[in-house]
């Protein structure tokens, strides 16, 4: 990992602490970058990928006029509530390396071997995330799971089908960690969704380098999601 990397991590870890513990409140206004430079003693960069990952993690938001605002529904309660032992914070970062590896690889052959019944079926899983999204369902977990999973079977790999089978708890634990907090956000829940039928949209037309991306750039979010909370967790 980069210095600038390690550095922006700091950045974004110190401003959710700072939210947690209440030193800013939801609907603040958080100072401008050169003031957030200037009091961390890091160049603008380095403040503008920390915050980058705050507003990717539905902590903050952009409003017309310029800055950055804490979220009225501020998840620290929701990411306070969200304990893991070291063990657990150690598998969901290795399942998150096989899932960068596996899914994008899924959503690719998937777009070559689906069949008209397997589409059919992720976009009867796509309906219920759709639903999920505009009304904060709380089976959103399982939905999501579903359709990643229905993605693997349209591989025809049993490999990857058994892989997907067997890591289904673990599976469930990250999804937690990094969509918890958009449950009370419809703008980050239709976000999600719509990066889901990204996916969809590649593999119904038959575009596995367009559905290869799409998975990509779904994973890339999440892991923004994913690295900021488990900063908190030592392992």
Not at 38 to 64: D, H, M, N, P, W
Not at 65 to 87: C, F
Not at 144 to 169: C, G, K
């Amino acid at each position: 990992m980069s210095k600038k990397e390690k550095i922006s991590q700091i950045i974004s870890r110190e401003l959710l602490q700072l939210i947690e513990s209440g030193h800013y409140l939801p609907g603040d206004k958080l100072p401008t970058e050169m003031e957030l430079s200037k009091q961390f003693g890091v160049s603008r960069i380095s403040v503008r990928e920390a915050l980058s990952v705050l507003r990717a993690s539905g902590l903050i938001t952009s409003r017309q006029g310029g800055g950055s605002y804490i979220e009225e529904n501020t998840q620290s309660q929701i990411l306070r509530s969200i304990h893991m032992k070291s063990d657990d914070v150690e598998s969901i970062r290795h399942l998150f390396e096989m899932r960068k590896i596996l899914e994008p690889e899924a959503a690719y052959l998937a777009a070559t071997r689906r069949t008209r019944e397997q589409l059919s079926s992720m976009k009867h899983v796509l309906d219920k995330l759709e639903y999920g999204s505009l009304n904060a369902a709380q089976n959103h977990y399982t939905n999501d799971i579903a359709f990643h999973r229905a993605v693997i079977l349209a591989t025809h790999n049993p490999v990857m089908i058994h892989m997907m089978e067997n890591l289904a708890d673990l599976y469930e634990k990250t999804l937690k960690v990094t969509l918890e907090p958009n449950k009370e956000l419809k703008q980050k829940r239709e976000s999600v969704y719509q990066e889901h039928c990204r996916i969809y949209e590649a593999i119904e037309l038959e575009e596995p380098e367009l559905a290869k991306v799409q998975s990509t750039i779904h994973l890339r979010n999440a892991e923004k999601k994913l690295s900021l909370f488990l900063q908190n967790y030592e392992i």
